[in-house]
């Protein structure tokens, strides 16, 4: 051994000596390092040799990232014609069309350094995020503890490992109590294992229950996790965005093909049409039919959208839950630090004392030994706080063993001795667990229960205090047995924000369900003062192994979708919850701060990390909340549809200038017989995509209900949008070339009869095409009248400048290669007009097909006059019909059937009496818990002998 005494850092890196198996003080003989750490230059040392604590990240190469923008199948479809420009297009005596070629070129490489530079900024502002959400690990460095970054530890480091870290780095256990640790993302073991001192723990896996310190062993890749991660390649799922993308990509390109097929069928076996001309035509179909822009316009939509999240509190892990976020329809919120502050406050004089001769100091004392005086949670904080000096909590007593809280027995406890040498343990926890601990008979435990009935009546949960002696003065001995000695009233306030955010919720269509370990008449009495409703249930009744008999019967889906919550919840009940509510096809969002938490969160389509949540909860969540509270929640559903709403408007959008440009110009090309110029599309698609670039900024107003990906409405409403933007065109060329009506009505040239005549209908179809395919975007990107909804000052700016381009071709390009001559300012002024005419239908077109598809758009329209208004509440009375009906059917004043009142045959009449029957139920309850109120401030003041007429405005009673 002595030899091996010598061995460098290096050997040890290259892992030459087996730290895993040997004893655990051969480990700090061969790491150099002792029980008290290592000093901080010699961590920055090592940190030279072992490199940072973390998995190599695989550099992507910035050019193969910008030219990956290119490969895609819009992009190959362009890229096929730009091929078939110069390759194709080379006949009749004509050389190759190298301006198309060019052109196509050009709009590729707009849309690609648009694309990289936007998610290159998006990609920056995100690490900077994440990286404040890098793991954190407590380490001993010269002597002292403090929290780092997990990326500095180095072999021979000392780290404490408790309940919710994620191991930082593959470690050895030093003495204490065994640890359970899940090893399920390492080795798919689904129980946790148990770990005794001097085991190995391995970098990834999750500490479930203890506390324990350890010496680091293997950091970065040298860990079980790091050579794992090095034989796998990742995988890249495919996920909803991408497939709802490739599905309206397909749907883009079959309308294409569709043209292109009727187009070689029509024009050359039957027209006999010359060969360049109709690869001309095809040509047209191909470029402007194509949304090249698509996958630029809404990855770049979301990267800013995300960026935006993250400056309101909610940074995405994943991209895609953002459009999950907008169609979240069921949000499970902890109560605990999220519907409330999480500041416990113990009141002093409503301590109950079960054990003769005990004072209600003692248990104060007696809890306060049973917390931790360092690293506390809000209990602890609470308790010791109530001590005159938080020294008290261990003066005159020496600490043996501390068991920290745990998930299992739902208590902590203290072994110590005291001055006389004489063994005691203290206890606290859930009263049940205590109770149970102490093996109370039925009069004490009734006692106790009707004591937390009357805490809980108050909106005050319960925390049970017990004692034992242990005689045989050992650690391990089960001593004598425990007292219960009493009941501490622990009170955490709602959020001031709370009631107002859960109002705000439901007329978002987000159903709120509270979810809380506490006993259900405190979660009814947190329901009733947040205006949530009181319609709640102790989750055992419902699911595990003790369902309630009664409820069995009942349809339990049922019941858990219309709970307004849910009391004494394990974790094994969240998950349950999330699951049944996504069987119901709910998209349900579930908040957590726990390690028992993981599996709910990962179930849920959207997990929520909690601030301050474990490491363990942050990994397994979508999104990370930086600030407390739900408000940050609704605020981050609200942007989520703002932005899910210019996705799904430039999509349709997209979908319309499809069909308008391919039929259209199809059509023109097919009766008429006249070609319109490749680069003259090229052009409009150039300007199209420079103003539809804003939308990703533009001013959105949030669907007023939950919102998702329906295909139907968005190929329904492209096509009918893009068809009569097409018949539009082709009338207009009709008119202006087989009538003389533009030039009798407005007195303007007949171009049909001028020299340049084809070349000037050139100019003069480009601008009406130009102008109603660009407008189009103020209708799609609207929900109600496109006037009433004030675009963003970008997108306008954008359309009036790409139009003023589009104007000055038309009336003064005059370039051969294109077949294009300025047609004047009479005729700009008639084409104008004629744009503004037929663009006023397109409301009416919009409105009609959402009463096609849904049966109730003429109902908004005008008798809840959606689209005429500015209020944000909308279908309020609705969801309280609802409410109030469901009530009622649950409290069994109305049998079950008879909520088929809701079904779409219902009268709105109908349903506002109901809702207005709640309303005046609600009003009364309200009146007369204010009249209680009113009683008992009179009373008060009586008994205190105070003038009600001249006290102080702010006295408090």
Request: glycine share 8%; proline share 4%.
């Amino acid at each position: 051994m002595g030899g091996e005494k010598g061995i460098s850092l290096e050997e040890i890196k290259n892992e030459s000596v087996d730290l895993e198996r040997i004893p655990i003080e051969e480990v700090f003989e061969q790491l150099k390092c002792t029980r008290e750490g290592l000093s901080t230059e010699e961590g920055n040392n090592r940190l030279q040799v072992f490199g940072p604590n973390k998995l190599e990240e695989k550099k992507e190469s910035k050019v193969l990232k910008f030219l990956g923008f290119m490969w895609n199948p819009l992009s190959w479809v362009m890229e096929a014609a730009a091929i078939m420009a110069i390759a194709l297009a080379n006949g009749d005596g004509r050389p190759p069309d190298w301006q198309d070629f060019v052109g196509i070129i050009v709009l590729l490489v707009i849309n690609s350094t648009i694309s990289f530079i936007e998610e290159n900024n998006a990609g920056n502002a995100a690490a900077a995020l994440m990286a404040n959400l890098a793991p954190k690990t407590k380490v001993l460095r010269d002597g002292r503890w403090s929290e780092q970054e997990a990326a500095i530890l180095v072999p021979g480091d000392i780290i404490t490992i408790k309940l919710g870290d994620i191991v930082p780095a593959d470690a050895r256990l030093l003495e204490g109590d065994p640890l359970k640790i899940d090893q399920s993302a390492l080795t798919g073991e689904s129980l946790p294992v148990t770990k005794n001192p001097s085991d190995e723990v391995f970098s990834g896996s999750t500490c479930k229950q203890g506390e324990i310190e350890a010496v680091v062993i293997a950091t970065g890749v040298h860990t079980f996790f790091g050579k794992a991660a090095h034989l796998v390649d990742s995988t890249n799922q495919v996920g909803h965005f991408q497939k709802v993308l490739t599905a309206i990509g397909n749907f883009c390109i079959c309308s294409i093909a569709v043209g292109i097929i009727i187009e070689l069928i029509v024009m050359y076996p039957i027209q006999h049409r010359k060969y360049r001309d109709g690869i001309d035509n095809m040509l047209v179909l191909l470029i402007g039919g194509i949304p090249i822009a698509m996958p630029t316009v809404l990855s770049v939509t979301m990267a800013i959208g995300s960026h935006r999240l993250s400056q309101q509190g909610a940074i995405t892990k994943r991209m895609t839950a953002i459009e999950e976020m907008a169609g979240m329809d069921v949000l499970c919120s902890d109560k605990t630090g999220t519907l409330t502050l999480n500041k416990l406050t113990v009141d002093r004089n409503l301590i109950e004392v079960f054990t003769k001769g005990v004072e209600k100091e003692h248990v104060i004392l007696y809890a306060a030994r049973a917390s931790r005086t360092e690293n506390q949670d809000a209990i602890d904080a609470a308790i010791v706080g109530m001590l005159a000096d938080p020294k008290e909590a261990r003066a005159g007593v020496r600490e043996i063993h501390f068991l920290p809280f745990n998930p299992v027995d739902k208590r902590t406890a203290l072994t110590y001795i005291d001055n006389d040498g004489n063994w005691h343990r203290a206890s606290k926890g859930a009263p049940e667990q205590i109770i149970d601990l102490c093996k109370c008979k039925d009069d004490v435990r009734k006692k106790v229960h009707s004591v937390i009935d009357k805490f809980a009546e108050r909106g005050l949960r319960s925390l049970a205090v017990a004692r034992q002696e242990i005689p045989e003065k050992t650690k391990e001995s089960p001593g004598s047995p425990w007292q219960f000695i009493g009941l501490l009233p622990l009170f955490d306030p709602p959020r001031h924000d709370s009631a107002e955010t859960i109002r705000r919720a439901l007329n978002l269509g987000v159903n709120v369900k509270m979810i809380t370990g506490d006993q259900l008449a405190i979660a009814k009495e947190t329901g009733r003062r947040l205006g949530m409703g009181t319609n709640m249930y102790p989750s055992s009744s419902l699911l595990g192994q003790d369902k309630d008999a009664s409820i069995a019967a009942l349809p339990i889906d049922e019941l858990i979708e219309k709970a307004d919550g849910f009391a004494g919840v394990f974790p094994e009940h969240k998950y349950e919850i999330v699951k049944r509510l996504q069987e119901r096809k709910h998209i349900c969002g579930m908040t957590g701060d726990g390690v028992n938490d993981a599996p709910a969160l990962k179930k849920a389509d959207i997990g929520i990390a909690v601030a301050d949540a474990t490491d363990a909860a942050r990994s397994a969540s979508d999104i990370v909340l930086t600030e407390p509270g739900l408000s940050v929640i609704i605020s981050a559903v609200l942007t989520s549809r703002a932005i899910f709403q210019r996705m799904k408007n430039y999509t349709i959008y997209a979908v319309s200038i499809t069909i308008r440009i391919v039929f259209g110009f199809m059509f023109i090309a097919l009766i008429w017989k006249f070609d319109f110029a490749p680069f003259m599309v090229l052009i409009i698609a150039i300007l199209n995509d420079g103003t539809i670039m804003t939308i990703s900024k533009d001013r959105v107003k949030p669907s007023p209900q939950p919102d998702s990906w329906k295909l139907k409405e968005i190929f329904s409403t492209g096509i009918v949008l893009g068809g009569y933007l097409a018949l539009m065109t082709v009338i207009f060329f009709w008119a202006m070339k087989d009538t003389n009506f533009f030039s009798n009505t407005f007195n303007v040239r007949s171009l049909r009869h001028s020299i340049d005549g084809e070349r000037e209908m050139m100019a003069a179809l480009y601008l009406q095409v130009s102008i109603v395919s660009q407008a189009l975007i103020f209708v799609t990107r609207s929900r109600s009248w496109s006037y009433f909804e004030r675009p963003g000052l970008l997108l306008v700016s954008a359309f009036l400048v790409a139009q003023l381009v589009a104007t000055l071709i038309a009336v003064y390009a005059e370039w051969g290669f294109a077949r294009i001559k300025g047609m004047g300012w009479g005729w700009a002024g008639v084409i104008w007009l004629y744009s503004v005419v037929t663009f006023i239908p397109l409301d009416f077109i919009k409105f009609a097909i959402r009463y096609v598809l849904s049966g109730k758009a003429w109902d908004n329209l005008l008798e809840n006059k959606t689209a005429f208004t500015t209020k944000k509440d909308y279908g309020k009375e609705e969801r309280e019909a609802q409410w109030a009906a469901a009530q009622r059917t649950l409290h069994g004043l109305q049998p079950p059937e008879t909520t088929s009142i809701f079904n779409e045959r219902s009268s709105y009449r109908e349903l506002s009496e109901i809702a207005e029957q709640a309303k005046r139920r609600a009003e009364v309850a309200r009146l007369r818990e204010l009249n209680t109120l009113k009683g008992h401030v009179e009373s008060v003041v009586k008994l205190k002998g105070l003038d009600i007429d001249n006290i102080q405005q702010h006295y408090t009673v």
